[in-house]
RNA sequence: GGCGACGUAGCCAAGUGGUAAGGCAGGGGUCUGCAAAACCCUGAUCGCCGGUUCGAAUCCGGCCGUCGCCUCCA
């Protein structure tokens, strides 16, 4: 029972082997800090996430880095349309991104390299191109030239001709050929600059997380990862400069996400189709973006409508329905032996779909099959050890997929003086009952509901819930 | 134009040679004062055509359709 995985390179699913026995270095490209981040960022964050938390619970010990650009045409840009410093910028939509990351259970980072303080790493790998056949400058600016690297194409399966063949020639950029790319670019007035052995100027893209890359995790890492957007330009070129300077292999596995789709197309910028990461937590919550995320294959493209995250959002609440607790007294006999085997069921059967390139869909139909397992014990009245095993197992599978199963606390937080205004009417209603006032009864219960408060009658009282309606 | 991915029930979606997981929605039932939740029952031959095979959603060929990359992009 190994983990298998899809690496773009090779294009075909290998065996999981790291480097370093048991220890797994792994860099996923994170965004450009220049305006608010949206949920396609988020599922790329999330799926990276499930891949470090299931090689985790694997028992691999894994160092995850994921980057900052935080110096870039685009923040420039906006920071002149705005009049805001670039820096002060990048920095606060730094903050609030890391702030995302917590708010969708994302697991903190081993390390978040940003470029402003990587510059001089990134001079000095610049330099030491530039020594080779591999780099040269031109008016303070300095390219790579991708004719001299053999290999260049080999993970987007794409020949220099055709790259060019399409590409419209519209810089004004003085390179000796279309396909070259930048490694440090000559700054233009105003523009945030540092030194360099070739005037004033900035990091080029694709380089940063070369350094980046090789200065956390080493010269050869075990996964690096990012979404299938990235996988051209940015991923070759990030290869051509890492193993023409270390002259070693980049990276062991590639791993790309596929892209979250809004009305039929990639949602991006530039199409507008954006649901901000901010635009989704108001209305709907993190297990509901997993929960959509996972149930298709995280290669594969992801359709976000209305409909699919409401329909994520109720199996969120199924699964949490799982972990109620049960009143009952039977601690032996066949329902609990069942219960017991369909535990042990779930958890082989998640690890099998897990191991096979993460196939979270089939790993959550076992989550699926548990809670129902689960369920039917509770209405059987199962109780006691083995009952709350089982919704350790729930628990644990459950959290290796980042899936916090946590009951929302009300649109105001858990409010005390609410609460308790809300179990004073739920006793009122309750005596209501038992005097047979069932149209007066009906009117709390329903009045409750439309402020998003669910009741319900089980046989050791009422009790009652926050749930937003969707 | 070049490279690549995908097309499975109303919707989302797993499944790469042996007669279709799971979730949501719907219908019927049990439970309930009525609900809710839960449980039980209930639905597809897998875009189209042809081929290989004892046998294909799964392999091969053709066609149709959708999407991604080739320019900044998770």
Known sequence: MTLSIYNTLSRKREPFQTAEEGRVRMYVCGPTVYADAHIGHAMSAIVFDMIRRYLEFSGYDVTYVTNFTDVDDKIIVRAQETGQDPFQLAQFYTDKYLTHLSDLNIKPADTYPRVTSEISNIIR??????????????????????????????????????????????????????????????????????????????????????????????????????????????????????????????????????????????????VGNLVTIDDFLQKNSADALRLLIFTAHYRKPVAYTEESIAAAERSAARLRGGLRPASGTVTVGEDVENLRETAE????????????????????????????????????????????????????????LGLSLADGGGPQGDSLAAKEFIDLLVSLRTDLRQEKQWALADKVRDGLASLSVHLEDTPEGTVWRFEDAT
């Open 345 to 400: 069921a779930a958890r082989s059967g998640f690890r099998l779909a897990m191991d096979d390139d993460l196939n979270t869909s089939s790993a959550l139909a076992h989550l699926f099959e548990l809670v129902r397992a689960i369920n039917s014990a509770r209405a059987a009245g199962v109780s006691g050890p083995f009952f709350q095993a089982a919704q350790e197992t729930l628990r644990e599978l459950a959290d290796v």
């Open 125 to 270: 790998a610049i330099g030491e191109l530039g020594e080779t056949e591999y780099a040269y400058e031109m008016d303070g600016s300095v390219y790579f030239r991708v004719h001299k690297d053999d290999d260049y194409g080999r993970l987007s399966r794409r020949r220099q001709e055709d790259a060019v063949a399409g590409t419209r020639v519209g810089s004004d950029e003085r390179k000796e050929n279309e396909a070259d790319f930048a490694l440090w670019k000559a700054a233009k007035a105003g523009e945030p600059s540092w030194d360099s052995p070739w005037g004033p100027g900035r990091p080029g893209w694709h380089i940063e997380c070369s350094v980046m890359c090789l200065h956390h995790l080493g010269e050869t890492i075990d996964i690096h990862g990012g979404g299938n957007d990235l996988i051209f330009p940015h991923h070759e070129n990030e290869i051509a400069q890492s193993e023409s300077l270390t002259g070693k292999p980049f990276a062991r596995y590639w791993v790309h996400n596929g892209m979250l789709q809004l009305s039929g197309e990639k949602m991006s910028k530039s």
